[in-house]
């Protein structure tokens, strides 16, 4: 037949599934993301707004006058950047939060029947400033120098099994894809393109640190092996998920992520933290589907916890659909640190 003669087939596994193989049109033509699902499914262009979530191709020529377009980046682009908080005599209007700080008035429904949901105590009245002054101080009363040392100096056969541990994505990148629950769960997040406006791009990337420093701590910790502790581990080794409070510059995240790794966990070991730098280091090197991967990963754990799911709502969700559309060069820069 047809299908015969174009080399199209088909084959009935033991399984049950169906194998269809059909030959590319240009054969060795390569189609990037197919993984991306939220990407294939989404709309093509980006509308001016709304500015997070973009649905159509309305107002498209003033597209792009307050969204970083994939393909630029500024050549002045620098990570060190300091941030400027908004003084008593001009009071903020509103309390925001979560990705890029989008959302308002969200922890407060929940506070009250979860109180271990966040260390910040009220969120929705807590601006940008006070939610970092409070964590530097909740970190300097949590960290306990007994056991710090104790970690340091005593390193038992647990110890020796993490540091030596190597994880699936260092010894096949490639392999490390989403779970089939996790493809579902990418089916069932919204078919939107989300962007960025380009004062919050640098925001988001060093989102992304935080994110996965607190990931591959608990995936080492673990040993590849998912734990009732690991929504524990990832949200109280981030600053984002624990405090609501995305660091300014790339050295800060890993300067909070080092100390929260050597203040809350069992295991506080400053060499250890090493060894979770370098993975990150990896990871991002690997580019975005490795990063999206792990972030997707990070949202399946999450919603499988009883009240650790909501951070989803605000931070995993529009990561995981952003960094499928986020460009290679941002990526590029985040790996340089430049």
Not at 109 to 115: A, G, H
Not at 130 to 153: A, C
Request: contains cysteine.
């Amino acid at each position: 037949g047809i299908g015969y003669r174009l080399g199209i087939n088909a084959e009935y596994g033991n399984t049950g599934d169906i194998l269809i193989t059909i030959p590319k049109k240009t054969p060795g033509e390569d189609f990037p993301d197919l993984n991306m699902i939220s990407k294939l499914l989404a709309p093509k262009h980006a509308s001016k707004a709304p500015k997070i979530e973009v649905l159509s191709d309305e107002n498209k020529e003033n597209e792009g006058q307050n969204i970083l377009d994939p393909n630029e980046i500024p050549e002045d682009f620098t990570w060190e950047w300091n941030q400027e908080y908004e003084t008593e005599e001009t009071p903020s209007v509103h309390v925001s939060y979560g990705f890029c700080g989008r959302y308002t008035n969200y922890y407060c429904r929940f506070m009250s029947e979860y109180p271990e949901l966040l260390d910040l105590p009220q969120p929705d009245q807590s601006p940008e400033r006070n939610r970092k002054q409070l964590l530097e101080e909740n970190l300097h009363n949590s960290f306990d120098l007994g056991q710090y040392i104790s970690d340091l100096i005593e390193i038992n056969e647990f110890a020796y099994q993490t540091m030596e541990y190597q994880p699936h994505y260092r010894r096949d990148p490639e392999t490390f894809s989403p779970s089939d629950d996790e493809q579902r769960l990418l089916c069932q997040l919204p078919r939107v393109r989300v962007a960025v406006e380009k004062p919050r791009l640098r925001s988001a990337l060093i989102g992304i640190v935080d994110l996965l420093f607190s990931f591959v701590y608990d995936n080492l910790i673990t040993c590849g092996e998912v734990s009732v502790e690991s929504p524990w581990n990832i949200v109280k080794l981030s600053s984002q998920l624990s405090f609501l409070y995305t660091p300014a510059t790339l050295k800060e995240c890993l300067t909070l992520s080092f100390a929260r790794a050597l203040s809350f966990p069992l295991y506080r070991n400053f060499e250890f933290c090493k060894r979770v730098l370098d993975d990150v280091k990896y990871i991002v090197d690997q580019g975005r589907p490795l990063i999206f991967k792990c972030l997707l990963r990070i949202f399946d754990i999450l919603r499988k916890h009883e009240f650790y799911y909501l951070h989803n709502n605000v931070f995993m969700k529009d990561y995981c659909l952003w960094i499928q559309f986020c460009s290679d060069k941002h990526i590029a820069k985040l790996k340089h640190g430049s």
